[in-house]
């Protein structure tokens, strides 16, 4: 986590500094979390597949010149993903690992500055503070979770993230539409004595929002 800390400070003293200068635009965003958990031993019993979650937040983007800008994205996300055993104790199971987490995503923006529609790619460091996980055993129909379940997993996670999107601005506010891709970097798993096992999370988002101006120009 201390890795990540530095390049944060930072980016937030840029974005901080350049507020006098710059318009600054405020908005919302939410979608989709196609989220999927990538273990670091495969195992041919063992099948990993993606599932759709909650993914929703705010909106501050900071202007760096005519085409760049910074965005801080506070966000609730649902990570995890779906998995299935095969021939565990004679039986196949399956079941859903699921998280949420308070996330800060802060990306750096290019984008095209003229036109009826404005494309633009994202790239930058993200953190995530864990609220809860969740064991869903869908063949036994149970659910596994509570202080002493979510001790099995780390606090923080923390990855990177890049895609693009359009941008149409309409009046004095923009809409957006934006697909982006999140490597996750951090083991979920706590360290526990004969566990090698590294966990961490993927996901592909897909988000729509707005958002509008608050500074000068």
């Given at each position: 986590?201390?890795?990540?800390v530095?390049?944060?400070?930072?980016?937030?003293?840029?974005v901080?500094?350049?507020?006098?200068?710059?318009?600054v635009?405020?908005?919302?965003?939410?979608?989709?979390?196609?989220?999927?958990?990538?273990?670091?031993?495969?195992d041919?019993?063992?099948?990993?597949?993606?599932?759709?979650?909650?993914?929703?937040?705010?909106?501050?983007?900071?202007?760096?010149?005519?085409?760049l800008?910074l965005?801080?994205?506070?966000?609730?996300?649902?990570?995890?993903g779906?998995i299935?055993?095969?021939?565990?104790?004679?039986?196949d199971?399956?079941?859903?690992?699921?998280?949420?987490?308070?996330?800060?995503?802060?990306?750096l923006?290019?984008s095209k500055?003229?036109?009826?529609?404005?494309?633009?790619?994202?790239?930058?460091?993200s953190?995530?503070?864990?609220?809860?996980?969740?064991?869903?055993?869908?063949?036994?129909g149970?659910t596994?979770?509570?202080?002493?379940?979510e001790?099995?997993?780390?606090?923080?996670?923390f990855?990177v993230?890049?895609g693009?999107g359009?941008s149409?601005?309409?009046?004095?506010?923009t809409?957006?539409?934006e697909g982006r891709?999140?490597?996750?970097?951090?083991?979920?798993?706590?360290?526990?004595?004969?566990?090698?096992l590294?966990?961490?999370?993927?996901?592909?988002?897909?988000l729509?929002?707005?958002t509008?101006?608050?500074?000068?120009?």
């Open positions: 986590m201390r890795t990540m530095g390049p944060l400070v930072a980016l937030a003293t840029l901080i500094s350049s507020q006098a200068r710059a318009e635009q405020l908005g919302v965003l939410g979608g989709t979390n196609i989220a999927s958990l990538e273990f670091s031993e495969e041919p019993d063992v099948e990993l597949s993606a599932e759709g979650l909650v993914a929703a937040g705010l909106v501050v983007e900071a202007g760096l010149g005519s085409r800008s965005q801080f994205e506070p966000m609730y996300v649902q990570k995890g779906r299935e055993i095969r021939d565990l104790f004679g039986e199971v399956a079941g859903s690992l699921r998280f949420s987490y308070v996330e800060l995503p802060v990306l923006k290019v500055s003229t036109g009826s529609v404005r494309p633009y790619l994202l790239l930058g460091p953190m995530g503070y864990r609220r809860s996980a969740k064991l869903m055993d869908e063949t036994a149970v596994d979770e509570g202080p002493e379940f001790e099995s997993f780390e606090t923080w996670d990855g993230s890049g693009g359009l149409v601005p309409l009046d004095r506010a809409v957006f539409l891709y999140t490597w996750g970097l951090a083991n979920l798993n706590a360290p526990e004595e004969g566990v090698d590294d966990v961490k999370h993927r996901g592909m988002q897909i729509a929002g707005f509008f101006p608050v500074g000068r120009r």
